[in-house]
């Protein structure tokens, strides 16, 4: 990095690069900084740019879809609200009248904002049902009555979000506590606060445990599923003492039409290393987590990542650590060795009394990372049906999924063999003749704009080209 940037904000931008800023000005956590800089993923690289209007320790940050970014949040300083302009600058929207460390920031409008949390600036427990607006003033939030969220650190919520852009939606899942520690998931959509239903009450002991929940909502929005981190609330870790991690899966796509989200509860083996970092979700629906510290000491960190397979199931690289005892390692080889050597001998005889062709066979049935991602890929454009929005970028897919536009576009060239417009241009030209087969007399203006095309001349250029002929051309030929 240009600059250090311990205990800082980030956020991942829709062109796919990474908006740092902030951070310690010195060893242990002391003091705020003011340098931003950006990450590109593409260059692996690290670019400084700017000054925050205000320095920053422990803040959030949030992109709208103008490509603004709000950030509000400080830690032993004051607080404030203040939004980058997407190129250099930041400049304050409002200073705050309460203070607080990494708060909650959810979208409510396509250029606004809520801001709220329950960690003071100096690290105390806030009791407010007050958010703070990025237009406007503060807004009295009626669930916060009761249930207010946990305390714990967040980093904005765009892992959060549930919503649908393209129509308007802007919805959130945020975990909620009450008054005896009890937790909730709240549903937060254009603004308004209500509990999610759920078919029973989130756990809050397992293994004879006591779980405290410390993380935001990660959403993988394909399976319409959100995962909530927790540990043991009451355990220092320690190495003679390793602890169980816990994540809440909430199976949200079932809590319609009066039904409730069922829950499941998982846990770890227990681990001896501290994890403190909100777990990332991978392409294949999996959740992974990087880094924490070495158990005992805060300030030894590591390098450990976890991977926790929650989703599609991918090769493992033994890291290691594997829990499996030499002699059952032992007991493996042999048998693998005995098998093979009776696999060879059968596949002797065979050869000796058959002749049949095996070419039809695929050389590997096990399908690759690319090929997952390719299917998440194809399920999402027919499920969300995102080809008909006329300036779908690389970016949106690669949010809807959770990954990088990069691995979006060289999954798709290697899978397709084609660019990424030409990939949703397919879909587009399916649809579109979907629409000329039932109607016919259609105006061709109109089924242009309703199957995602910009204009009427792109999509008969587009069309031709696909296809050979003009849309008239091949409703002459009755297909």
Not at 145 to 170: E, L, T
Request: neutral net charge.
């Amino acid at each position: 990095m240009v600059y250090n940037h311990d205990f800082s904000f980030s956020v991942v931008l829709k062109s796919g690069k990474v908006l740092l800023g902030g951070g310690c000005a010195e060893p242990l956590g002391i003091g705020q900084t003011f340098p931003t800089e950006m990450y590109d993923p593409e260059t692996h690289s690290f670019k400084g740019f700017g000054c925050l209007d205000q320095k920053r320790t422990a803040a959030s940050a949030l992109e709208l879809d103008n490509g603004q970014v709000v950030i509000a949040g400080n830690w032993y300083h004051h607080d404030g609200i203040e939004v980058f302009d997407g190129k250099k600058n930041f400049h304050l929207i409002h200073e705050t009248a309460t203070s607080r460390s990494k708060p909650f920031i959810v979208q409510t409008a396509p250029n606004d904002a809520l801001i709220f949390g329950s960690i003071s600036n100096y690290g105390d427990t806030l009791r407010t049902a007050y958010a703070y607006q990025l237009n406007g003033d503060s807004v009295h939030i009626p669930l916060f009555d009761q249930w207010f969220p946990p305390v714990g650190w967040s980093d904005g919520c765009a892992m959060s979000f549930i919503g649908d852009r393209n129509k308007g939606h802007y919805s959130y899942l945020i975990p909620v506590q009450d008054s005896t520690g009890q937790v909730a998931i709240a549903k937060v959509e254009n603004g308004t606060f209500s509990l999610l239903p759920t078919a029973s009450q989130v756990p809050m002991r397992c293994l004879q445990k006591d779980i405290e929940y410390s993380s935001n909502i990660i959403v993988d929005k394909l399976a319409k599923i959100a995962y909530l981190w927790g540990m043991d609330r009451n355990c220092r870790q320690r190495p003679e003492n390793p602890i169980p991690y816990f994540i809440l899966a909430v199976d949200y796509g079932e809590a319609h039409h009066g039904k409730s989200a069922p829950l499941k509860l998982y846990y770890t083996d227990p681990i001896a290393e501290g994890i403190d970092h909100i777990p990332a979700l991978t392409p294949e629906g999996n959740l992974l987590v990087t880094g924490g510290f070495l158990s005992g000491s805060n300030f030894t960190p590591s390098r450990s990542v976890w991977l926790l397979p929650l989703g599609k199931q991918i090769d493992l690289v033994d890291s290691g650590q594997s829990r499996w005892h030499k002699a059952t390692w032992l007991t493996i080889v042999l048998l693998t060795i005995i098998l093979s050597f009776l696999l060879f001998v059968y596949w002797k005889r065979l050869r000796r009394t058959t002749t049949a062709e095996s070419n039809d066979i695929p050389a590997n049935n096990v399908k690759s990372n690319e090929q997952l991602l390719m299917e998440r890929i194809n399920e999402l454009m027919k499920s969300e049906r995102l080809y008909l929005s006329n300036d779908l970028k690389l970016a949106d897919i690669a949010q809807a999924i959770g990954t990088n536009r990069r691995y979006i576009s060289d999954c798709i060239n290697a899978q397709q063999h084609c660019s990424f417009s030409q990939y949703v241009n397919a879909f587009r030209i399916r649809h579109a003749q979907q629409l000329l087969r039932q109607s016919p007399q259609k105006k061709l203006s109109d089924v242009s704009l309703e199957s995602g095309f910009a204009n009427e001349q792109t999509f008969f250029r587009t069309f031709k080209s696909v296809i050979g002929l003009t849309p008239r051309e091949w409703l002459m030929k009755g297909q």
